[in-house]
């Protein structure tokens, strides 16, 4: 309203990417999907904000009466997902270039981007990070990457948080004050539920006293199947 809607597209990138490097959440909301309050189809426009807040890397979407008002609110959900799905498809991963001029002064924000950084080149098939405030989960999510981040935490509230960071999926999974047992689970419940499988390379971090929050400092590489 106060700088005239022709700078918003521009102004809304900016946005986005200041949030991501500042290791900050953001959601791209309003009048995203607005036709659809009316109409069970979404206009051109409509459909690339969508896809464009995904490229931008934004962590979610947000719609508003289209679903609170609106004549076909789970088609608008579904059409959106749909949306969402398909841009992610074609996301450029720029890892490497990520990383330059960062620099990481924490012992537990160090691990999570050495397990990306590990995970990205090693071509592995997953990153499972057990994690009991999230940060973990939060600083992977901040860098464009195709490896896909479960996040592991035995508190509610951190695993709702979770699911709405980009390219996370969060998993409950209830506390063991044993280290390799609990990493030991956390495999289990990602292969579980068929996002690994025999064979499959993945990288694991976890935290050393387990249950402390900004505690993750260790990594590790292991093959599905193979001794732990």
Not at 71 to 94: G, H, N
Not at 134 to 141: E, I, P, R, V, Y
């Amino acid at each position: 309203m106060e700088v005239g809607n022709a700078a918003v597209p521009a102004l809304q990138k900016r946005m986005i990417r200041m949030a991501r490097e500042s290791n900050k959440f953001v959601t791209t909301a309003t009048q995203i999907m607005e036709s659809m309050v009316h109409a069970p189809v979404p206009t051109r426009a409509e459909v690339s904000d969508v896809a464009n807040a995904v490229l931008d890397g934004t962590d979610a979407v947000m719609l508003s009466a289209e679903t609170a008002a609106g004549k076909y609110p789970v088609t608008t959900i579904e059409t959106m997902a749909a949306i969402c799905l398909e841009a992610e498809k074609s996301e450029q991963s720029e890892l490497d270039k990520d990383f330059l001029d960062r620099t990481f002064t924490r012992i537990d924000q160090s691990i999570a981007v050495g397990a990306l950084f590990t995970a990205y080149h090693l071509g592995a098939k997953a990153i499972v990070a057990l994690t009991e405030s999230g940060a973990t989960a939060l600083w992977m999510s901040r860098h464009w990457s195709h490896v896909p981040i479960f996040a592991l935490t035995p508190r509610i509230g951190s695993e709702r948080t979770m699911a709405l960071y980009r390219k996370v999926t969060s998993l409950h999974l209830d506390t063991n004050t044993d280290r390799d047992i609990a990493l030991q689970q956390a495999l289990e419940v990602v292969v579980s539920k068929g996002y690994a499988a025999r064979g499959d390379m993945v990288v694991l971090t976890v935290g050393e006293p387990m249950e402390q929050a900004g505690g993750t400092n260790a990594m590790k590489i292991v093959r599905v199947g193979d001794p732990f």
